[in-house]
């Protein structure tokens, strides 16, 4: 538990100290356990630093401001109070978002992002759902949002994956589910929704690399990036959870961009 003055966060590492540093970010309703393969696997080559966002598994739970701004000024806070120097940034979903404010908000901190079917972009019939979903979120909390993570994964989805994550949204207090969902997309200055996206992603100046499981949200990333070296890929017939559906293939994908970007800084 690191006392950041703004808030306390369970974080746990793994690493050499002088290696470049990686940083796991889980998203929404989860915690740092879900990257426990993949940190692991990396801790051999990097510096692997895995905080639980504030509001989620063991980190301090605010009443209010549990939001992704706020959580991407607290690992800002945790990068400096580390030492690491400025990390390769690894989100998933909500996770991706807040390492993108991070590179965007505090760019002295990040070297790189890697953004994995990351919580912008939402337009559509999929926009068109936030305020019913937040009603919903705001008056039964976790249960609702269990029902919608329990929809998130592949036919072949690793067995017990789906159940782990059921039970971390349920385990995660109901105002910190309605805020973190506000916060992500209807809040002023929220980005989640495609035009806040777009103009948020023009002033990231980081390279970045983003992994969508949709064509689409692909196709449509690729027509935002503005800074040379980023990429945006695509993994087809995969559910949400794409890292812990593959994790070998997620370890590959870090290991490999996280050598590029610092290869090219020296």
Known sequence: MIELGRIRLFCTGLGAA?????LLVHGWGGDGREWSPHAEALADRFRVVVPDLRG?????????GNTPAEMA???AALIDALGTGPVVAVGHSMGGQVVNL?????????????????????HGEEAERIPARLADYRARGSRP????????????????????HVRTM???????????????????????????????????????????TSAEA????RGTLHVPGSRVDHWPRT???????????????VEDWADSVTNAAV
């Open 218 to 221: 692909a196709a449509w990333e």
């Open 145 to 164: 949002a269990a029902d919608f993570v329990a929809a998130a994964f592949a036919p072949n989805a690793p067995a017990g994956l789906r159940t782990a």
């Open 73 to 75: 000024s607290d690992l």
């Open 239 to 253: 559910g949400h959870y794409l890292h812990e559906e593959h994790p070998r293939r997620t370890v590959r994908l």
């Open 18 to 22: 002088d290696a470049t540093a990686l």
């Open 102 to 122: 991070l590179a965007v908000q505090h760019p002295h901190t990040v070297r790189s992002v890697i953004a994995l079917d990351p919580a912008h972009g939402a």
């Open 56 to 64: 989620h598994g063991r980190s301090e739970v605010p009443a209010e």
């Open 170 to 212: 349920l385990g995660t207090p109901d105002h910190v589910v309605a805020q973190a969902y506000a916060g992500m997309y209807t809040d002023p200055g929220a980005v989640g929704v495609r035009p806040h996206s777009e103009r948020y992603l023009s002033h990231r100046t980081r390279p970045a690399l983003t992994v969508w």
